[in-house]
């Protein structure tokens, strides 16, 4: 049977040959490359506060969203309610509603506007 070992040409298995030397040589050096970069990944990854970038920037995000929509919706309902107030006090509706709710609208935008930095915030002083 023949032996499958793969010796040498002169037979000696305690040698390398030059190819088997370069190949476990350049083995080495991407060993070590990838560890290095393995163990930069590492140290980004750990630090405290960082917490997975992706899942927290979503979340930030989710939480911008619920705020400016939770605004423009507090606007249209707190006009509508004023609205329909009015009208229920003075008999005249369903015009009170009407224009409260255009008016809650308007200043639901206004406020979205302002929240999402896209309209600066002037005060009356």
């Not at 560890?35 to 405290?48: A, G, H, Y």
């Not at 939480?63 to 507090?74: D, Q, T």
């Given at each position: 049977m023949a032996d499958d070992t793969n010796d040498g040409e002169d037979g000696n298995r305690g040698t390398p040959s030059p190819d088997e030397a370069?190949?476990?040589?350049?083995?080495?050096?991407l060993d070590?490359?990838?560890?290095?970069?393995?163990?930069?990944?590492?140290?980004?990854?750990?630090?405290?506060?960082?917490?997975?970038?992706?899942?927290?920037?979503?979340?930030?995000?989710?939480?911008?969203?619920?705020?400016?929509?939770?605004?423009?919706?507090?606007?249209?309902?707190?006009g509508a309610v004023i609205g329909w107030g009015l009208d229920r006090l003075l008999s005249t509706s369903p015009w009170g509603l009407i224009v409260f709710f255009l008016l809650g609208f308007a200043a639901g935008v206004v406020n979205v506007m302002r929240s999402a930095g896209v309209a600066p915030d002037r005060t009356v002083r």
């Open positions: 370069a190949l476990s040589a350049r083995l080495g050096s070590r490359r990838l560890s290095k970069i393995r163990d930069s990944r590492n140290i980004r990854t750990d630090q405290p506060g960082t917490e997975s970038g992706d899942g927290a920037a979503r979340a930030s995000a989710m939480a911008r969203g619920l705020r400016l929509s939770s605004e423009l919706i507090a606007g249209v309902v707190v």
